[in-house]
């Protein structure tokens, strides 16, 4: 697991170190530019082979100061160096005034502008030091515009030009993930999206792993800065994260060459070897009417796949024959309308999932009642865990506070981003502003009492208490095949089949390992994916993490 820092947890790890007097701004400044290079000659070794030339875009703040410190050290190595700069020489900040000035007496400056773009010398490497965590606005119009130019340059070999961005793509908002939309209206997004290499400081930020991050950083590469590990015991495995800090979801490897049997191995209850079926939990799935009931069982067979001891799907009687035709290992019991959950469930019930496929009514909602007033009983050392997805969550969308009133911290809401406008409508995306998804997903869980992960290809995990995790299906874990009608069922059963072992370890880290599990199922499985595919890859993945 990796600390992810905001723009302004960043800024005060770098500032501790100075003010600790360990390191000058000058010296961290130094070390970005020469991370920034050194990622260069790694990714593209023929860039170190010989001297090159480079185009270097330079902002007004740090993010420019890197780039002079660029334009120096490649200029030094025999390259060909054209710096840009947008802003004024005369207000840069220190660190990056100096650097400036120590480029000046090696070479000129032009203004970063379409024009002044168009009429340069093609280059090997275009170099995007204009802004990094310092963005607070969309792009001015001159920038947006230099870059697009870039994108109808007519050097010759156009594609062969390499691109490396210093921080982020200028104009990502590194907290939030997001580009501002005028920049995609101008065609600015276009030419940013074509960053092929990504090189940050210290830790990853969220937004290289939100939203458009992925889609436009090309890949990421972290540069270690020399300000000293980031706080091992805030990503503690099997540990809820930091308060304040986010983390990214990894598999932990024992080895380079060893499986992950660390994390997320020795969290699946079956990694260890002895106890019986109830051991391991027991999951109670409901399913819909006569029709209605792919969801359910999709769940189901996701939760005993993910090693519960035992899973019950109840459904409604006239539903029964159509279960029973499909299901065999998967127990089966008839709830009729009226009747109480307590007729089907014992205290030996570890887990609940409900909502998929149950329909937006008032009975879901009566069952949801049920579900979430169950304590442990005299069997059950501690309350049951309850999965709440799909119509479990769109049966309260007129009235969220009557669901908030009745989740406890055993409690985990699984909505997409939809059905999470519907509940927490102020948080909705398109709402949200300046909000990241993960504080998003934070005030959502402070609102509701209990943990909410909300889905997509960037997955948050949050708790009550502020700690927050990032699941991203993104870069060399990319899983377009899982947006597939049915794909969210399957992460809720196993969610449900993973937390409901007695030992299992805090939700949040069962629901992380739930997220890491589906998308390497889909990895797994490859293109042609649907939602059936994923229970059955499961096998398969736990062979390959080592179980
Ligand atoms: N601190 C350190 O020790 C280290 C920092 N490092 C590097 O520093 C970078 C952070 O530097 P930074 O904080 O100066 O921010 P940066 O992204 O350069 O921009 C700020 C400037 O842009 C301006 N501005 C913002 N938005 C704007 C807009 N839309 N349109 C126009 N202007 C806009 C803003 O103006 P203002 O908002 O104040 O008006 C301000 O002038 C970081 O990403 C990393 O690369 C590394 O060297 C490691 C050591
Ligand atoms: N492009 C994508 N990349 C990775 N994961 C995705 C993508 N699209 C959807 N998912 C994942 O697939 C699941 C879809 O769930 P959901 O929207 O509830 O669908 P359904 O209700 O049909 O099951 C979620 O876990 C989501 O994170
Ligand atoms: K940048």
Not at 60 to 85: C, Q, S, T
Not at 234 to 245: E, F, H, V, W
Not at 331 to 344: N, Q, T, W
Request: glycine share 10%.
């Amino acid at each position: 697991m990796t600390e992810l820092l905001t723009s302004a947890q960043m800024r005060a790890v770098e500032q501790a170190a100075m003010d600790s007097g360990t390191v000058t701004g000058l010296e961290l400044m130094e070390r970005a530019g020469q991370g920034v290079i050194d990622a260069a000659f790694s990714h593209w070794p023929e860039l170190a082979q010989a001297a090159h030339r480079a185009l270097v875009l330079c902002g007004p703040g740090n993010n420019g100061g890197d780039g002079f410190v660029i334009a120096r050290l490649l200029k030094e190595a025999g390259w060909e160096v054209d710096p840009f700069l947008y802003g004024d020489a005369d207000k840069l900040p220190p660190d990056a005034k100096a650097n400036h000035q120590r480029w000046a007496a090696m070479g000129g400056v032009m203004e970063l502008t379409a024009e002044n773009l168009q009429a340069a010398v093609r280059p090997d490497l275009i170099v995007d030091a204009v802004f990094g965590t310092g963005l607070t606005r969309p792009l001015p119009s001159v920038v947006q515009q230099a870059f697009s130019s870039l994108g109808r340059n007519k050097w010759k070999g156009r594609t062969s030009i390499r691109r490396i961005a210093v921080d982020c793509p200028s104009g990502l908002n590194l907290d939030t993930g997001m580009v501002p939309h005028d920049l995609e209206k101008t065609g600015g997004v276009i030419s940013t999206n074509l960053t092929q290499l990504t090189v940050t400081f210290h830790t990853p930020k969220p937004g290289h792993y939100l939203g458009a991050g992925p889609l436009v950083c090309g890949a990421v590469v972290i540069a270690d800065i020399g300000l000293g590990p980031s706080d091992p015991e805030r990503s503690m495995l099997g540990q809820p994260p930091d308060d304040r800090r986010a983390r990214l979801v990894e598999p932990v490897f024992a080895g380079s060459n060893l499986p992950p049997r660390i994390w997320p191995g020795s969290f699946v209850s079956k990694s260890r070897r002895n106890g019986h079926k109830f051991n391991h939990g027991h999951v109670m799935v409901f399913a819909g009417g006569v029709g209605r009931g792919g969801a359910g069982r999709l769940a189901a067979r996701a939760a005993l796949r993910a090693g519960a001891g035992v899973v019950t799907l109840v459904c409604p009687p006239s539903a029964l024959i159509e279960n029973a035709c499909h299901l065999d290992a998967i127990m089966l019991r008839a709830l009729p309308k009226d009747a109480r959950l307590d007729s089907v469930a014992d205290d030996r019930v570890t887990a609940f999932c409900i909502g998929p496929g149950l329909g937006v009514n008032d009975r879901t909602r009566d069952l949801v009642a049920q579900v979430l007033a169950r304590r442990g009983g005299t069997r059950a050392w501690r309350d049951p865990v309850v999965v709440l997805d799909a119509d479990a969550l769109g049966s309260f969308a007129g009235d969220p506070v009557a669901l908030f009133d009745q989740c406890h911290p055993r409690t985990i809401l699984t909505p997409h981003e939809g059905e999470f406008a519907r509940l927490f409508p102020d948080l909705a995306l398109s709402q949200r502003g300046d909000l990241s998804k993960i504080d998003a997903a934070r005030q959502a869980a402070a609102r509701a009492g209990c943990t909410v992960l909300l889905k997509g290809p960037d997955t948050v995990i949050a708790t009550p208490r502020g700690g927050a995790s990032l699941h991203a299906a993104a870069y060399d874990r990319n899983a377009p095949w899982l947006a597939t009608a049915g794909a969210g069922d399957v992460l809720a059963g196993l969610i449900a089949g993973l937390a409901a072992p007695d030992t299992s370890a805090d939700l949040i880290t069962m629901a992380e390992i739930a997220a890491y599990l589906h998308v390497e199922c889909a990895a797994s499985f490859g293109p042609g994916l649907i939602a059936e595919d994923l229970p059955e890859e499961l096998p398969k993945v736990f062979r390959a993490i080592g179980l």
